[in-house]
């Protein structure tokens, strides 16, 4: 079976950094990635981990440990608009069909 | 700038209807999604495909059936519509295995 598990929510001071945790297990792995979802909009693609390791983009990192089954995503210099879902998603089974968690909402407070 | 259209963003349907919801993408990508959004529950994947006529079930096809005689257009149907399937409806495309799906901006659909 497949499972993937993320805090429901988590809250954040603007300007700080606040980490995500996204633990999964799957048969098949082909990669983790992480989306953004604002209240009644689209999921955004923020970053994509194939191998071990930590990926950088801009504000965002995204880490991936394959043994432990278990990533995070990083957010820097917090703003008010990162207020948001975060979605974790695992690759599996080929054709970059993706297994989402339940998503974490994340609060920006003043 | 990669474009992913769903035909209605919002649908009121009464049991035993059928649904038709389109997506049409404009990038070639070779795949292309259905999922469903409910709260607490996340993203669950309904069909996806991987060619033009090519389909495979996701985790909770029950109740749905597709169809991509088009590259750039995939097309979800419901073929007898219970309030069960209340939900948002969101299409994604993509290329080969890259991580990054592109979603539409979704089709709620309630069914009274």
């Known amino acids: 079976g497949q499972s993937l598990e993320q805090p429901s929510e988590v809250t954040a001071v603007e300007g700080a950094i606040v980490q995500i945790n996204c633990t999964y297990q799957t048969s098949g792995f082909y990669g983790l990635s992480w989306y953004q979802q604002h209240d009644g909009g689209a999921p955004t693609f923020l970053s994509y981990n194939a191998l071990d390791g930590l990926e950088e983009t801009g504000r965002f990192s995204s880490f991936l440990s394959r043994s432990k089954g278990y990533s995070y995503l990083l957010l820097k210099e917090l703003q008010m608009k990162d207020s948001a879902s975060y979605l974790c998603?695992?690759?599996?089974?080929?054709?970059?069909?993706?297994?989402f968690g339940a998503g974490t909402r994340l609060a920006v407070h003043p | 700038d990669v474009k992913v259209t769903q035909s209605s963003r919002y649908l009121v349907k009464r049991t035993g209807e059928k649904v038709f919801l389109e997506c049409v993408q404009d990038m070639d990508h070779e795949n292309m999604f259905w999922y469903r959004q409910d709260p607490g529950l996340g993203l669950r994947l309904i069909y996806f495909?991987?060619?033009?006529?090519?389909?495979e079930k996701g985790d909770i096809p029950e109740g749905y059936s597709v169809s991509r005689e088009k590259k750039e257009r995939f097309s979800l149907i419901l073929e007898s519509a219970s309030t069960n399937q209340t939900s948002m409806y969101l299409c994604a495309s993509s290329p080969r295995t890259t991580g990054e799906l592109f979603f539409g901006e979704g089709s709620r659909l309630t069914v009274l």
């Open positions: 495909s991987y060619d033009v006529k090519m389909k």
């Open positions: 998603a695992v690759g599996s089974g080929g054709y970059n069909k993706l297994i």
